[in-house]
C-alpha cells in the first residue's frame, strides 16, 4: 500500500502555534508530513532560512512521520518533484481563503494535486508569523505564540 504524502509548505518565519497546530492536525490526513520551508525573495525574513530550518527540524526530531526541508520553486513543483500527494494549507480568514483557493484551483489544473484546507483554530486566529515577528522586533515576550521549547532568542 502507498504512502499518502502531505507538503506543508510556508515561510514559517518564524513557526508559531498555529503553525504547530496544523501539522499535529495533517498527520491524521496523511501517512508522511513534508513540512517544506520556501525561499519567498519578495519577504524580508528575520530568521535566515538554515535557522528556521533547525528550529522546526529540533522541534519535529523524534517525529519520524515528518521531514523538514527547503525549497526555491513554486510549490506544485516541488510537490511534483517529490511525489506528494497533497498540499496542506491553512487559513485564519476570509481573506486567507480567496488567495488560497485562487492558488489551489490553479496547482489542480497543471499538476492534478489536491489543495487541503484546515481552518486555524478559533483560539489561534490572532497569531501570524507577520505579528509575532513585529512583537520580536520590539522586544515582546512572544513565548505564548511559539511552540515550547524552540529558542527564539537565538537569531542565527
Known amino acids: 500500500m502507498d504512502k499518502r504524502r502531505g507538503i506543508f509548505p510556508g515561510t514559517f518565519d518564524p513557526f508559531t502555534i498555529g503553525h504547530y497546530s496544523l501539522v ?22 528575520f530568521f535566515s ?5 533547525e528550529i522546526i527540524r529540533d522541534l519535529y526530531e523524534y ?17 511534483m518533484q517529490e511525489g506528494i500527494d ?3 494549507r491553512g487559513i485564519r480568514s476570509i481573506n486567507d481563503f480567496e488567495y488560497e483557493k485562487n492558488i489551489a484551483d490553479m496547482n489542480r489544473t497543471i499538476s492534478g494535486i489536491e489543495t487541503v484546507i484546515l ?14 515577528r513585529e512583537l520580536i522586533k520590539y522586544g515582546h515576550d512572544v513565548s505564548s505564540f511559539i ?3 524552540i529558542d527564539i532568542d537565538k537569531k542565527d
Open 24 to 45: 499535529k492536525r495533517s498527520l491524521a490526513l496523511v501517512d508522511e508530513l513534508v513540512i517544506a520551508i520556501g525561499v519567498n525573495d519578495a519577504k524580508q525574513s
Open 49 to 53: 532560512l538554515n535557522r528556521r530550518l
Open 63 to 79: 517525529e519520524s512521520r515528518i521531514s523538514v526541508c527547503t525549497y526555491d520553486c513554486l510549490t506544485v513543483d516541488f510537490a
Open 86 to 88: 497533497i498540499i496542506i
Open 119 to 132: 481552518f486555524t483554530e478559533p483560539e489561534l486566529t490572532h497569531i501570524s508569523s507577520t505579528i509575532v
Open 147 to 149: 511552540p515550547e521549547g
